[in-house]
């Protein structure tokens, strides 16, 4: 292993790209402690003490987490990758009702650059509203749920013209940060937005770790580090699961030339949908904490009775029915996602369409409907493992006092792996065009 990280660096070319891809993962990081104009940098300090000290789960705790700590922080990257990745599902959603999205995905690189040019519109669409809500909630003194005091009543101007500032400065943060991404994908080592998000995901890792071992000491700080170590293990394993269903192409004679006559194997993962299904599950159990905020009792008035259930039950994780509820939402999304990114009809037509074929199962629509049975076969495994990821960390909140962006399960560690693992294929993969072993054996 050190003997191959020795020949990257030792590669010009190789050892460009990876400097190159540092600088600009530093200057994001430095753009998210540079607070945004007409922030009172103190009390946002103060509240963030107060919000690790109580242990409270703020309104944006998770998109917090994808944007590195930047956003409780009022930074000019506050909003951090988010928005494009919103950006990106919807476009990705589209593509089911709108035919003329469909179309663009088949066109080729054409058309995916369109799709892109959509996506980055769309991307600053959201980071305006996305800005001006944060800011909204700032000014309300809500940012930080609990946790909130007098300080946290006073965290930016209230001026219009400050919000507005506040607003394009967050907007164009949001636009850096999409350019960041680009530049390392072409002129770095890897996926620049994965590794934006890898980044920041990593950056929360120590403050996470840390608030165990002050809230439990050092015993259960080595605990949980062995448990997540073999969580780290098992997600690797799962991830690289898959099941090969073999192809077969029947040999055709066009003029003197000989096509088909190969094998090869359809890909299916154990986890087809990736993280997605946790950020959908996460989203939609925000709206209950919403509700809640927009339906505050008045001075004197009692609270309503479904609030205050709302309360007890659908806002913090470390509630049964939560727990429950988020573990359903994530098998759902699960099946809904694979079945919209992967159709069996599809993929049957373009095999038959080249002569291919299943050993033993009929082209056209037995095809179809045996793709389809292993589909749901495998992604019934695959919603009950992302289930479970996504409940280590409301289960570490429950019990070792950690906070709902604990690094060893939900998104973050999908993300860290999936991530992790591109990367290093990536860089075996430049490795071994220059005759070089690679980083993987």
């Known amino acids: 292993m050190f003997s191959a990280i020795g020949r990257i660096f030792r590669t010009p070319d190789l050892r460009r790209k990876i400097v190159f891809t540092l600088a600009i993962v530093s200057l994001f990081r430095l753009g998210s402690f540079i607070p945004a104009p007409f922030v009172d940098f103190n009390n946002v300090q103060a509240c963030l003490v107060a919000n690790q000290n109580q242990g409270s789960s703020g309104l944006y705790d998770m998109i917090n987490l994808f944007s590195g700590g930047a956003l409780l922080q009022l930074s000019i990257f506050a909003l ?68 909130a005091n007098q300080a946290c009543q006073n965290l930016v101007s209230q001026e219009w013209w400050a919000v507005l500032i506040m607003i394009i400065t967050m907007t164009a943060g949001t636009g850096l940060i999409m350019w960041f991404g680009e530049l390392i994908t072409e002129r770095g080592v890897g996926n620049g937005m994965s590794l934006l998000i890898f980044t920041s995901i990593a950056a929360t890792f120590p403050g996470a770790m840390w608030i165990i071992k002050e809230s439990r000491g050092w015993e259960v700080f080595f605990i949980v580090l062995a448990v997540g170590l073999l969580v780290v293990a098992a997600v690797v394993f799962v991830e690289q699961s898959q099941r090969r269903i073999p192809v077969q192409y029947a040999k055709r004679v066009v003029g003197r030339r000989t096509y088909g006559g190969s094998s090869t194997y359809i890909p299916i993962k154990v986890n087809m949908a990736g993280v997605i299904p946790v950020i959908f599950a996460s989203a939609i159990l925000y709206l209950p904490m919403l509700i809640t905020q927009f339906n505050q009792p008045q001075i004197g008035e009692d609270p309503k009775p479904w609030v205050v259930w709302i309360q007890n039950n659908l806002v913090y994780g470390d509630q049964p029915v939560y727990m429950l509820v988020f573990f359903l939402l994530v098998i759902g999304f699960t099946f809904f996602y694979v079945q919209i990114t992967f159709n069996p009809e599809e993929v049957s037509d373009n095999m038959k369409q080249y002569g291919g074929f299943i050993p033993g199962i009929r082209a056209g629509r ?76």
């Open 366 to 441: 037995p095809t179809a409907e045996y793709l389809n049975y292993v589909l749901t076969r495998i992604t019934s495994a695959g919603s009950l493992y992302l289930g479970v990821i996504a409940l280590l960390p409301l289960i570490a909140l429950s019990f070792f006092g950690a906070n709902q962006n604990f690094p060893f399960g939900g998104a973050s560690i999908l993300i860290i792996v999936g991530v992790g693992l591109e990367t290093v294929k990536q860089i075996d993969a430049q490795l071994q065009q220059r005759h070089y072993e690679g980083l993987l054996k």
């Open 80 to 147: 951090g990758i988010m928005p494009y990745i919103t950006a990106s599902i919807i476009t990705q959603l589209l593509r089911v009702v709108i035919p003329h999205f469909e179309a663009l995905h088949k066109e080729g690189q054409a058309g995916q650059a369109k799709l892109t040019q959509y996506t980055r519109y769309l991307t600053i669409a959201l980071a305006i509203l996305q800005s001006t809500t944060l800011i909204t909630v700032a000014r309300s003194g809500q940012l930080f749920g609990a946790a």
